[in-house]
């Protein structure tokens, strides 16, 4: 069975340019995540999806971030413009359902962004 | 808001037992996770404790006090490829929404 699938692995951007990351979720699986994780801390969920819905993006600052699952499949995470506090490991997960089977998520490798 | 608790590092040696303790507050408390990290990959799950109790997967136990807001991950027989990182995660009722922790960086010594 094929994991969640990200795309690009490492990208390096100027303060105040856009970059774009794509993810394609295992299949079938219902809900998306999107995880910011900064050197040293914990992943912080940025958006949830169930399906093409939003569940929850309370901590997605939306002054600059977007994201979108159309067709309740593969997502984009959008960043425009960039800042420095920006740096991080962007990391795409799903799950069968909301939560996870059992506490279980399965993450994509992730997408590392340094913005100079 | 919530929060979780765990120690930034623990240090054993090969063989020995490590247990990584996780404190959390929260509403709406639906179950605890655990993950774990290597250096530059992806989180992987390792176990999830729903009820008050012990779960035991081969080498690892994971533990939930549901009154007492605590839980923990024990690692035993550990092996050089237990280093890593360790999050333990909350699951929200509202929405099974997860939430980690800091993350334990486990250093296993020869």
């Known amino acids: 069975e094929a994991g969640v699938a990200q795309s690009p692995r490492y990208k390096i951007i100027e303060k105040r340019q856009s970059v774009a990351f ?95 | 808001g919530q929060s979780l608790e765990q120690p930034s590092e623990v240090t054993a040696v090969e063989g020995a037992i490590v247990q990584i303790n996780c404190t959390y507050q929260t509403s709406g408390f639906y179950g605890l996770s655990w993950y774990q990290q290597h250096d530059g990959g992806a989180p992987t799950f390792l176990s999830y404790n729903g009820l008050d109790g012990l779960e035991e997967t081969g080498r690892f136990s994971s533990f939930l006090s549901r009154s007492d807001s605590y839980g923990y991950l024990l690692l035993q027989e550990l092996q050089m490829k237990d280093s890593a990182s360790y999050f333990c995660a909350v699951i929200k009722a509202a929405g099974n929404k997860l939430t980690f922790g800091g993350g334990t960086r486990v250093l296993v010594k020869p």
């Open chain 1, 22 to 116: 794509w993810c394609n979720p295992i299949s079938g699986h219902a809900t998306l995540y999107w995880y910011q994780q900064i050197l040293g801390q914990g992943p912080k969920l940025l958006i949830q999806f169930q399906n093409n819905g939003v569940v929850d993006d309370s901590q997605l600052p939306k002054d600059r971030f977007s994201a979108e699952r159309l067709k309740g499949v593969d997502s984009t995470l959008k960043i425009q413009p960039a800042k420095l506090e920006d740096s991080a490991v962007y990391l795409c997960a799903s799950s069968i359902q909301s939560g996870g089977l059992g506490g279980e998520l399965f993450f994509g490798e992730g997408s590392r962004l340094t913005v100079l």
